[in-house]
């Protein structure tokens, strides 16, 4: 794809995360992406065939920026508990924050709305790896992650504080042993580097993110 072509696809994606700020998700049409961007409507679908397409590209795009921040992060810690613990605190936070990202994501009526398959595939990987390191034990993984992602979305948008009992409930459901319960509390989640929207996709990688 050319530089201008593809300039002009990230001037159309910034110009849709700008509406999707201030105007509910199913209210956003094709002429108010285009005059938002400035740029004429034939331009917008030289790009997109509707706006459903439109608006399934930059969920895409922007489910790659938050998983790519959350993985990145997740690295940093070796057990599938301190993983969980951290994901829970994190879109907690990031609930609580006041930013564009806790907009976005909590607009919508579960993380499914505004993320490529919600948070399931990262939570079936960490329960998965859990079970792989014998520090959990799971019957049914797909009925934890859908009680699991519900819950936390539940929580989160409503600002509830008691992060804690949250996530001793999480662990308890999954096996997780009383002392491993009592470490994990001291976590402590760091600040996430992700960048205001609306922000470009083109400067989105960020290999270099330090967490404070």
Same mark, same amino acid.
């Given at each position: 794809?050319?530089? %201008?072509?593809?300039?002009?696809?990230?001037?159309? &994606?910034?110009?849709?995360?700008?509406?999707?700020?201030?105007?509910?998700?199913?209210?956003?049409?094709?002429?108010?992406?285009?005059?938002?961007?400035?740029?004429?409507?034939?331009?917008?679908?030289?790009?997109? /065939?509707?706006?459903?397409?439109?608006?399934?590209?930059? %969920?895409?795009?922007?489910?790659?920026?938050? %998983?790519? /921040?959350?993985?990145?992060?997740?690295?940093?810690?070796?057990?599938?508990? *301190?993983?969980?613990?951290?994901?829970?605190?994190?879109?907690?936070?990031?609930?609580?924050?006041?930013?564009?990202?806790?907009?976005?994501?909590?607009?919508?009526?579960?993380?499914?709305?505004?993320?490529?398959?919600?948070?399931?595939?990262?939570?079936?990987?960490?329960?998965?790896?859990?079970?792989?390191? %014998? &520090?959990?034990? =799971?019957?049914?993984?797909?009925?934890?992650?859908?009680?699991? *992602?519900?819950?936390?979305?539940?929580?989160?948008?409503?600002?509830?504080?008691?992060?804690?009992?949250?996530?001793?409930? =999480?662990?308890?459901?999954?096996? =997780?042993?009383?002392? *491993?319960?009592?470490?994990?509390?001291?976590?402590?989640?760091?600040?996430?580097?992700?960048?205001?929207?609306?922000?470009?996709?083109?400067?989105?990688?960020?290999?270099?993110?330090?967490?404070?």
């Amino acid at each position: 794809m050319g530089n %201008k072509r593809l300039h002009t696809l990230d001037t159309l &994606r910034t110009a849709l995360q700008k509406l999707l700020l201030t105007h509910p998700w199913d209210d956003v049409s094709v002429q108010m992406i285009a005059e938002a961007g400035e740029v004429s409507v034939g331009t917008f679908y030289n790009y997109f /065939d509707c706006r459903h397409e439109a608006l399934m590209d930059l %969920k895409a795009e922007l489910t790659n920026v938050l %998983k790519g /921040d959350l993985i990145f992060l997740l690295k940093t810690y070796a057990y599938s508990s *301190e993983k969980l613990t951290i994901l829970i605190k994190y879109f907690t936070l990031l609930s609580n924050s006041e930013s564009t990202w806790s907009y976005y994501l909590y607009s919508g009526s579960a993380y499914s709305d505004r993320l490529d398959n919600g948070i399931k595939d990262i939570l079936t990987c960490l329960i998965l790896e859990g079970i792989k390191q %014998k &520090r959990m034990d =799971v019957s049914d993984v797909d009925q934890a992650v859908h009680f699991i *992602e519900a819950g936390l979305f539940s929580h989160a948008k409503r600002g509830v504080n008691q992060i804690d009992s949250l996530i001793d409930l =999480v662990l308890i459901m999954l096996g =997780v042993s009383t002392e *491993e319960r009592q470490q994990v509390f001291s976590i402590v989640c760091p600040i996430t580097p992700l960048s205001q929207l609306p922000m470009s996709i083109l400067t989105s990688s960020r290999p270099e993110a330090i967490y404070e």
